[in-house]
Structures are given as structure tokens and as C-alpha cells.
């Protein structure tokens, strides 16, 4: 089985901090996702990667960066945190097909900021 | 833009009756569909398929329905038991791409 592995499955942090988010897959998949849930709005798309050292913005990268120098690994950093981050975040990685493809999600990591 | 939406937010059905999980899309180039379970305190789990040159695809007790005429996507659980209780979101692959778009999920209750 596919695994993708979050670093954290809780975390508090104060306002301001740097924040690392962690997220590794085992299946050399190609694309990699991170998205925050919040109860009502769903899943939405925070930064993608279709390959090393290739990002893509979603459709709310404000106040987030990624990183990937490895195949394996997506990272999410929250440059400075803001008690409008406390959320849910969820990695989440796939195949590069060509055409659509389910996606593997991880367990999610919650994120209080305080 | 366009988005996945669903027509009921919390679904509560009987132990042993079959649930209906309703999912409307407004994407029309959408060629790919997948509903996903996700349990409390979970990532969402991958639980069935579709792509648009179908109508009709089963799995182990559940069902997806692909409606293209009137955009409506269904997943039809039979048999519900107490473990499907969790949230179920249905996705959109809007034409090419890997990139999914994400409905905001209905809460399936099951009752003893």
C-alpha cells in the first residue's frame, strides 16, 4: 500500500513562528499536494508538485511556501504563523498519468496556532 | 470558478438500509470522479472511481452513479453498517491535469 506519512498529527504553535510541516510518500509518485480542511469549506488546494523542485501555487497560497528537494518529500512552511492558519492540513500525493488519478492522503496534521 | 457541491450535509440512515449520498458538479469537462470516506481524525480514503465514458461502477457494497446529462454523481452504500459513519466527499478531475476539486463532504450517520 501507498503510504504518505505526516510528521505531526498535532502541533501548537505561537503567533509569528516559522512553521514546518512534514509530509513524505513511499510510492514515487510524481505529484505531491498539501490542502487545508476547514469544517464547511472543505478541502482546499494550498500548494502542488508535479516534480522536484517544482511548485505550483493553488488557489490559496498566501502566507505559505513549499518545498521539494526530493522526490519523496513535500513540505509546507508557514513563514509567519497566524491564528487564521489553526486548521487541518492534509498531504496528499498521486501518479502523474496524464489523466486524472486518485490521490493518497495522509492522516493530516492539526495545527493550532495561538 | 466551478465547484463540486453535495445537497445534504448530514445523512443519518438506519443499520442495514442502504445510504444515498447525493454530489453535484458544475464542470462539464470533469472526465474523472472519485468518492472519498473520511473517518474522524483520518485522511480521506480513496473508496471508488468513475470515469465519464461510464454511467455505473461497483465496488465491495458500494455503488457510484454518473449522471452527465444533469451533472449528478451518487455513491450508493448498501447494507450500512456502523464503521461507514464518517464523512464522504466527492471530487472532480475538471479535464486533464492531476488536479482534483473537492466538494465540502456530506456526514453519513448510521443508527442501531
Known sequence: ?114 | GESVGLHLPTLSVQEGDNSIINCAYSNSASDYFIWYKQESGKGPQFIIDIRSNMDKRQGQRVTVLLNKTVKHLSLQIAATQPGDSAVYFCAENPGGGNKLTFGTGTQLKVEL
Open chain 1, 1 to 114: 500500500d501507498v503510504k504518505v506519512t505526516q510528521s505531526s498529527r498535532y502541533l501548537v504553535k505561537r503567533t509569528g513562528e516559522k512553521v514546518f510541516l512534514e509530509c513524505v510518500q513511499d510510492m514515487d509518485h510524481e505529484n505531491m499536494f498539501w490542502y487545508r480542511q476547514d469544517p464547511g469549506l472543505g478541502l482546499r488546494l494550498i500548494y502542488f508538485s508535479y516534480d522536484v523542485k517544482m511548485k505550483e501555487k493553488g488557489d490559496i497560497p498566501e502566507g505559505y511556501s513549499v518545498s521539494r528537494e526530493k522526490k519523496e518529500r513535500f513540505s509546507l512552511i508557514l513563514e509567519s504563523a497566524s491564528t487564521n492558519q489553526t486548521s487541518m492540513y492534509l498531504c496528499a500525493s498521486s501518479l502523474n498519468t496524464g489523466y486524472g488519478y486518485g490521490y493518497t492522503f495522509g492522516s493530516g496534521t492539526r495545527l493550532t496556532v495561538v
